[in-house]
């Protein structure tokens, strides 16, 4: 199998791609938050709770990470509080909850890096000479966050000459080039925009509706309004269909955890086996090995896909109490930056000036300040920014100063 990963390596913000054997597989955004699964990092343990079986790890960010006692090696140890630990992220925040931590760690570094024990090495000497929080491995850049969330691959593309160096050294062994976005084989905008979308079309006609919810994920097949065709015949063509798009956006997206899938009823037992056979199919390929748990009284599917990295909803959109998902003003100051990108390589030599709604103002001002700042040594000039209450937060106006 051939792996490609293109990456649009925007200032403060990185989106890739996964390409295996000329498919998308998996999306994923990264802003150097520094907790991606897989990192391992020097922490303080502040406490142990029984009542949950943990302890809870002071690791530097907005709230503890949970270290479950069945993580902990050697068996049977005990951390007492303020005793210094190596672990490594397990599962990434989602949800509402903190990362899970481990202390059986997989062996760090990719092909074509020192070997394991080598790595291990320099890990533990870090350890003993930093005081926790810290982070351990790998180097806290864009790249490394990206090599260390994927699989390793064949190829690397981007967008962005600078990035090139640090690309090479997440990246030791893949080729890595520069090309433009307009010479890409996919639509990288297109394709984020369908991975947050509630609704995804099914071949054949029909629809997919994802609804995350706090304990579960809950997909609703839809048949539509067919115009000929018997309705079992329909319904099981659909579900067939939709097995296959399931199982495709729970690896884009990504999705872990419970997930419950209605189907469009199928009363012959015959025809659900047939449904569960294609999902089962089409999940196989999927790294995560999800693992399907059957049908319920109700008539619902139930699989188990286990959480490790965080759902791209998660990162990218918020919901407001009652209302729909909207891209979180966090996002949106990134796509006008993204877009303000664009502009400035097709007319360069030019002062901008970006007009966004107010909240999406603070975040440029804000959490999205240190990206500002990078666009602005990367391309010698200062951003004007201006905020207009009559536009809404995905709105936003180019313009030169």
């Known amino acids: 199998m051939r792996r490609e990963l293109i990456v649009s390596a925007d200032p403060g913000e990185w989106r890739a791609a996964l390409v295996e054997d000329g498919a998308v597989v998996e999306l994923r955004v990264e802003r150097g938050d520094g907790y991606e699964a897989g990192s391992v990092h020097l922490g303080r343990i502040l406490r142990q709770v029984p009542g949950l079986g943990a302890a809870l790890v002071d690791m530097g960010g907005d709230r503890p990470a949970f270290l479950p006692q069945s993580q902990i090696f050697p068996r049977g140890r005990r951390l007492d509080e303020g005793e210094r630990v190596v672990v490594q992220i397990r599962r990434e925040a989602q949800g509402g909850k903190a990362p899970r931590l481990t202390m059986a760690m997989a062996p760090p570094g990719r092909s074509g890096e020192l070997s394991p024990g080598r790595r291990w090495q320099e890990i533990g000497a870090r350890s003993a000479r930093l005081e926790p929080p810290a982070r351990l491995y790998p180097e806290a850049t864009l790249a490394a966050a990206l090599a260390g969330a994927l699989p390793a691959v064949d190829r690397v ?120 056979t294609a999902l089962a199919r089409a999940v196989a390929a999927d790294p995560a090995r999800p693992e399907i748990l059957g049908w319920t009284r109700l008539g619902h599917l139930e699989l188990v896909r286990p959480r490790r990295l965080r759902p791209l909803g998660e990162v990218l959109l918020d919901t407001p109490s009652g209302g729909n998902p909207n891209k979180t003003a966090v996002a949106i100051a990134h796509e006008a930056l993204r877009q303000l990108r664009r502009e400035e390589r097709a007319r360069p030599g030019h002062r901008w000036r970006l007009t966004v709604a107010p909240d999406v103002k603070a975040a440029l001002t804000g959490l999205a300040a240190s990206a500002v700042h990078a666009f602005e040594q990367r391309s010698g000039r200062k951003i004007a920014i201006a905020d207009d209450p009559s536009l809404a937060r995905g709105q936003f106006q180019i313009s030169p100063a």
Do not use: M
Request: charged share 25%.
């Open 157 to 276: 593309v981007t967008d962005e000459p600078g990035a090139i160096p640090e690309i090479r050294a997440a990246f030791p062994v893949a080729e890595v080039v520069d090309e433009p976005e307009s010479q890409w084989p996919i639509d990288l905008d297109a394709l984020f925009d369908a991975a947050l979308s509630p609704v995804i079309a099914v071949p054949g006609g029909g629809s997919v509706h994802f609804e995350p919810a706090r304990a579960a994920t809950l997909i609703d097949v839809d048949t539509g309004t067919p115009e000929t065709g018997s309705p079992e015949r329909t319904a099981l063509a659909i579900n067939l269909a939709a097995a296959a798009v399931i199982a495709r956006q729970l690896r884009l997206r990504p999705l872990g955890g419970s997930i419950v899938v209605d189907f469009v009823g199928l009363d012959d037992r015959a025809a659900r086996d047939k449904v569960r």
